[in-house]
């Protein structure tokens, strides 16, 4: 055996817990019975008696070893005493540290809260870890796209053949319903389908109702808190009944808390799914409950332990026993649900969410203004280590030891960061209101929140460790008889370290305005991008039920007023995303191809201002229109047709459609998916009305709108939107970060500015000497200016090489993420380039143009 | 005075000691103890035992010489003071008081 001796970490814990004075006895006694149980009973059994000793001597509280008395509070009370009057002393440079790693610390912390809100979301589901979604790759003739939506049976019948499924929740998010109790009428945004399990599957908060029961029935609705004082104030809702859609009345059977925000699952009322189901629901959805329509999703929960590579592995069967003719199409696969928030950028279909890019990027940049903030106080101290050496002389001379030295400049870092951490809480308190505006986010900084607590007590050491120890270690280095002997000044050392520091301050300043830049621009091009259809002035609304069975005199009461004449009905607009259709150019079933449907009329593609490529738009007078379709550029390329016109193509299980034009592509929904290929059809049964209106009438339009809706329908509120907001809309929650990630970035500009000041300002004050003789011996001001920039200069110059590079693999990196993206071009490194520039020589010049103008007198007369 | 009484453990320990003579250091008042006495007693028992013994002026003690078998340790070696044999007797005596008082056993003997 290799060791034969008791065990070390006994007799560490012995020499540190037995008074020193009888340590060397009690350890004595302890290998003497050590020796001896090792000859009699082997060395295991000694080993472990003598851990038992040890830990049996803990008890002996008149043997501890006494903590030395240095008498530490005094000395630790002197530390913080000089620590306060050094602050006091230079004030400028303390003011630059403490303020700059305030702002680093306000920015972690709102980062990491940030991220944390990001991170609990769906979390708060006790069966979240079992929970799944039904995704599937749909490999069709655009590659393969994940997407989100299953089929109506695709989900219960899971149920009854993979024994892993304990429970399976279908859910379709409807939209917007206008519901009417008494002779009150409201819109509610988020009305959802939910299987009547719902409930017991997830985890939301019923306030009234039992969860098993409440979505059971086939016209139960379950509302919202809030939706329910909206509806019916203070009455009791429960067993109240709403007229919906199609004019059923659906009863109030539970109350939910609001849904909180953290849920991908957002909705304000919930209706039993069984009122879709065909035969025994009275809205009898049938594309909601068969086994083609892929529109809805299906959550699975699978039994505690169960395999989902068993049931991945038992998926394609099961698509081919039921859904043969798409099985090889698609392949479906189970999301965990925990994942669904942030890793679903790549699938369609599923809420906007903000995805993990965001958190990297924000954790980056969080960690990038610490880092700034932390080189600025190593900078600023190491630069300044030189004024205390006479200090640290003097305590060596009267014995100080180095770790002494070592842990005095730490409590004065420690000083420092805790100035910094409260006024840095304090400005994270202070700006939570707008960072939650930025965001979209309703963050709130809570002190008693134990995770946040221990965030930042993990930060303090962190930081103090990591701005302290190496002006600390330099500081304690000193020789005392060098710095006491000596008249003349130290070598303030470290001036690689500095040197290296502030081109990494350069650095990441330089990453951080590249990317500013460019997250403005994009963010611009995502407003103004040419859509290949004009969304300016266009005023959108819906029919409702009301409206669309007697449209024709509505349509005909806005075509008469001058405001609203110029407008198209249609089922589809370029705002929504709507589901995707099988289509077979010249309806050979092989061939098959999903595309976009577009049931529009004639008026459509003129009022949006579409190209037409070839052939001719549909035309009202002609009776075989009905049977046309116009296809887009994509859907061209894709369909390998050389001249379209004439051509034919199969639409779902309908007939045969002719081909009469092509229309240029064009985006709709949001600029992060690519263009897809693209039908359009005329349609019997219209209901979204594009109204285009002049920007000079808008107002006028709007009000004549309103009074030929109110003449018509008198149950149904109008609601109306244009349609560039709708489309900004998509881009709010990104953009809305991305300009709080732009923030964050000038907050970094201006915390390296701090530093950069406050090391020309002792470089300055270093030199005034130098700079007096060589003014004596004629030395111009632009020479001395030189002499002092030229350091800086050269530092900027490395920090171009590396930072041109790292800026453009991370933003190229950034703009993957968008389908349609600005070209980076050169533009902004050299507008990166140039505002650095500019600030470096400003703040540079500031102090050196005061050292080249003065009176070399004033510096040489001491000499 | 309190501290001038004696536990029953200590009264062992002072004892053991005390038989041992010149070769009282804790390991062997602690084989002895488990031989003669049959009694288990943990070191650290012994240890605390006989510093506050020594503190109570029952003991004195002296470092002795380093020796292989401890790892290079001293031994501090314990005799009983003046005191302690006092204290010894006292006891002792205090027990035979009480002993003659019960009258069966004491015409037993």
């Known amino acids: 055996m290799k060791n034969r001796k008791p065990p070390l970490i006994a007799r560490k814990l012995l020499k540190w817990l037995i008074a020193e004075s009888i340590y060397d006895e009690v350890i004595g006694d302890l290998n003497e019975l050590f020796d001896l149980r090792k000859q009699q009973q082997g060395l295991a059994v000694a080993r472990w008696y003598f851990l038992k000793d040890t830990f049996l001597s803990i008890r002996n509280f008149r043997l501890r070893r006494k903590s030395k008395s240095q008498n530490t509070t005094a000395m630790y009370k002197n530390y913080f005493k000089i620590a306060y009057r050094n602050m006091l002393r230079h004030k400028f440079y303390s003011t630059a540290n403490i303020l700059s790693l305030s702002f680093g610390i306000a920015s972690a912390l709102l980062i990491v809260l940030f991220i944390k809100s990001e991170v609990s979301f769906d979390k708060f589901h006790e069966n979240a870890t079992q929970l799944y979604r039904l995704n599937k790759v749909n490999n069709g003739n655009s590659g393969a796209i994940k997407n989100s939506e299953s089929s109506g049976s695709f989900g219960p019948t899971m149920l009854e053949e993979f024994p892993e499924v304990e429970a399976v929740v279908r859910y379709e998010n409807w939209g917007s319903m206008v519901f009417t109790h008494g002779d009150k009428n409201l819109r509610v945004e988020e009305i959802s389908f939910a299987e009547e399990n719902f409930l017991e599957v997830f985890d939301f908060k019923l306030i009234r109702g039992n969860a098993a029961e409440v979505l059971k029935g086939t016209t139960s609705i379950v509302l919202t808190e809030s939706t329910a004082a909206a509806l019916f104030g203070t009455v009791n809702p429960i067993n109240q009944f709403v007229k919906g859609m199609n004019g059923v009345d659906f009863m109030v059977t539970g109350i939910l808390e609001d849904v909180p925000q953290n849920s991908h699952l957002q909705f304000d009322a919930l209706i039993s799914w069984n009122a879709t189901v065909p035969g025994t629901g009275p809205l009898s959805v049938n594309w909601m409950n068969n086994w083609n329509t892929q529109g809805i999703s299906t959550y699975l929960m699978l039994k505690p332990g169960a395999d989902v590579a068993a049931v991945h592995t038992k998926l394609p069967a099961f698509e081919e026993k039921h859904i043969p003719e798409r099985a090889e199409r698609y392949d479906f696969y189970l999301q965990p649900f925990a994942d669904i928030y942030l890793h679903s950028a790549d699938i369609q279909f599923s809420e906007a969410m903000t995805g993990t890019r965001f958190i990297y990027v924000m954790a980056s940049i969080a960690l990038a203004i610490l880092l700034i903030a932390i080189f600025n106080y190593v900078n600023i101290s190491t630069s300044k280590a030189t004024l205390r050496a006479k200090e640290v002389g003097v305590r060596k001379v009267v014995g100080a030891r180095r770790s002494q030295l070592i842990w005095q400049q730490l409590s004065e870092s420690f000083l420092v960061v805790m100035l910094a951490t409260i006024i840095g809480a304090v400005l994270t308190y202070g700006a939570m209101p707008f960072f ?17 607590l221990f965030i930042i007590a993990l930060l303090i050491p962190v930081v103090v460790l990591a701005s302290g120890i190496y002006p600390a270690m330099m500081v304690a280095g000193y020789r005392a008889v060098t710095v006491l002997k000596s008249t003349a000044s130290v070598r303030a050392g470290g001036n690689s370290a500095r040197q290296v520091l502030i081109t990494l301050q350069f650095v990441i300043t330089m990453v951080m305005i590249v990317g500013t830049f460019m997250i403005s621009r994009q963010t611009q091009f995502m407003h103004t991008a040419d859509l290949g259809y004009n969304k300016n002035n266009v005023l959108m609304t819906e029919l409702s039920d009301g409206l669309y069975a007697d449209r024709e005199a509505f349509v005909n009461a806005l075509k008469a007023n001058q405001y609203t004449s110029n407008l198209s009905m249609s089922q589809q607009t370029p705002k929504m995303s709507n589901i995707g ?3 077979y150019p010249d309806g050979v079933k092989e061939r098959e191809m999903s595309a976009r449907l577009f049931r529009v009329d004639q008026q459509f593609i003129e009022l949006y201002e579409m190209e037409m490529l070839a052939g001719r738009n549909f035309n009202e007078e002609i009776s075989s229109d009905n049977r ?12 390998g047709w050389e001249d379209p016109i004439g051509k034919t193509i199969g639409i779902g299980d309908e007939d045969l459609y002719q081909v009469i034009g092509v ?13 897809e290929p693209i039908v359009m059809q005329t349609t019997e049964r219209p209901y979204s009305v594009s109204i285009k209106v002049s920007e000079a009438t808008r107002q006028q339009a709007i009000k004549a709108l309103e009074d030929i809706w109110l003449e018509h329908e008198t149950r149904e509120p109008l609601s109306y939107t244009f349609l560039e907001d709708d489309l900004a809309a998509f881009y709010d929650n990104e953009s809305n970060i991305l300009q709080a990630i732009m923030i964050f970035a000038i907050i970094s500009v201006v915390i390296s500015c701090f530093g ?13 000497r130098e700079v007096g003789i060589r003014k004596v011996l004629g030395a111009g001001e632009m020479s001395v200016i030189f002499l002092i920039n030229k350091r800086f200069l050269m530092v900027l110059l490395i920090a171009l090489c590396l930072g041109v590079p790292a800026g453009y693999y991370l933003m190229d990196l950034w703009l993957q993420g968008f389908a349609f993206r600005v070209s980076m071009g050169a533009e902004p490194f050299i507008m990166a380039t140039a505002v650095l520039l ?12 005061r050292a080249a103008r003065m009176n070399p007198a004033n510096v040489l007369r001491a000499e | 005075m309190k501290g001038n009484h004696l536990g029953e453990f200590e009264e062992l320990v002072l004892l ?37 013994l020594e503190e109570k002026g029952l003991l004195e003690s002296e470092v002795g010489g380093i020796t292989n078998t401890r790892g290079g340790k001293r031994k501090r070696y314990f005799k009983v003071t003046n005191e302690g044999f006092e204290m010894l007797r006292d006891a002792e005596q205090l027990r035979r008081t009480f002993w003659n008082m019960i009258p069966q056993l004491s015409g037993l003997k």
């Open chain 1, 581 to 583: 259709y099988s289509v």
């Open chain 1, 838 to 849: 500019s600030i470096t020589l400003l703040t540079v010049s500031l102090l050196t143009v």
């Open chain 2, 16 to 52: 053991v000691v005390a038989s041992l003579q010149d070769n009282a250091y804790a390991v062997t008042v602690k084989l002895e103890m488990e031989e003669r006495a049959d009694r288990k007693a943990n070191i650290s028992a012994i240890h605390s035992t006989l510093y506050r």
């Open chain 1, 756 to 768: 950069l000041y406050g090391l020309t300002a002792f470089t300055v004050e270093r030199k005034l």
């Open chain 1, 663 to 675: 229309v240029d592509d064009f985006n709709f929904y949001s600029l992060h998916k690519e263009v």
């Open chain 1, 628 to 639: 046309s379709a116009i296809i887009n550029q994509t859907m061209l390329e894709q369909s």
């Open chain 1, 436 to 452: 939650n505006e930025f965001t979209g986010r309703s963050l709130s900084f809570d002190l008693i929140d134990g995770q946040l």
